[in-house]
């Protein structure tokens, strides 16, 4: 096909006036009145931006118990397990920006949403605009424009080694000018509300959230989940939630607390009266994924033995439902069961407690149930744990070993009392 070139006079384009101004030919071949292309373009663009943000959608964090991103542990069937006691909101696992890019078919299962789930987000990370503006656009035209999420949430508050050093998670909270440049391009290719979730600094001393809460209006986020510890404190002594409260009184957009929520009174204490929209909930779900049920009725719940065989049966359907009742996915489904278990077995029943409530930071002293089975719940081995599975999936294959991949079992002691010491594999912390 030949290309038709413009004839010039005197030196000058004949199809643009002097002023650089597009013309167009009449219907006689006659000129007539210039169309400035710059302003076409601009008009274009506003009417985008209108249309996009008339279009966005709107969720309402207020009062709705939030489970947090969990990565591995935070799959599709333990999600509808916690839908199934009480959670309002769910996400799913992290998912890294560049692997979504490249098409990998298991970075994209983990944006998968369950029909069950009602109000569901996707959680990516990255460190890079380009790259994460670039995820935004394809999460927006295959996942949001189907249905697929309710919201997208960045996480920046990750402190994994691995997600760091790539300058993603955490190390954005020393780079403020790059957070708001990921801020701002993935908002404005959503369709859907953009949240972050963060921590109050990369150091200790250093404590920085609550200069950035009040620009994020500005920056087209909808609302912020903030952990209270900073990434030099991992999970080390308690969340401070006086900082997170003082930090929501001055956010420009609703702030969800995170951190040490295990009982219906941490819940009430930490929302009711303070600013805080609600509590996003991680390790207090994973331990006892009732605590939904707990909150919402206010009343420490006694759970049986039985009662938690059954929880584990449901997820023991759900996962074969989920990952295949093949080989694979049923050593799939007792990989994920197992790295479970190795948060559940914290749990101490509330029928044995002296004092209630507990703590999330106090360790678990060792203990005989009320029956053989809460006593095998209550096992620290992992040998214990693939029993566990073995009464519901069928004996492991020869050879089998497990070894927890978060260490949950692991504590150290903090300044203000025992901590989990190794809990760097959890994408959203609470």
Known sequence: MGVKTTSRSNGKCSGFDEAGTKRRKGENGGITEGIDVAEVNAVEQNAFRRMNAREKQTVDFSDKLYLAPLTTVGNLP???VCKGLGADITCGEMAM????????PNEWALLRRHPSEDLFG??????YSD??????QLIDDVIVSQGGCDFVDINMGCPIDLVCNKGGGSMLLERHNRMEQIARSASSLLSCPLTLKTRTGYYD???????????????GVAAVTLHGRSRQQRYSRLADWEYIKNTANVSSVPLIGNGDVFNFRDYEKNVEGTGVMTCMIARG?????????????RRDWDISATERLDMLKRFAAYGLEHWGSDERGVENTRRFLLEWLSFLHRYIPVGLLEVVPTGIHQRPPSY???NELETLFASTQAEDWVKITTMLLGPPPAGFNFVPKHKSNAYGAGEKGAALADFDGLSAQG
């Open 78 to 80: 333990f999600r509808r």
């Open 97 to 104: 920006c560049t692997n979504l890019l490249q098409g990998q």
């Open 122 to 127: 996707v959680q990516i990370c990255g460190g």
């Open 131 to 136: 790259s994460v503006a670039r995820c935004s």
């Open 205 to 219: 001393n250093k404590r920085v959230a609550h200069d950035i809460v009040p620009k994020l209006k500005d920056w």
């Open 285 to 297: 779900a994973l331990i006892k994924p009732w605590i939904f049920t707990e909150i919402k009725e």
């Open 368 to 370: 005989v149930g009320r």
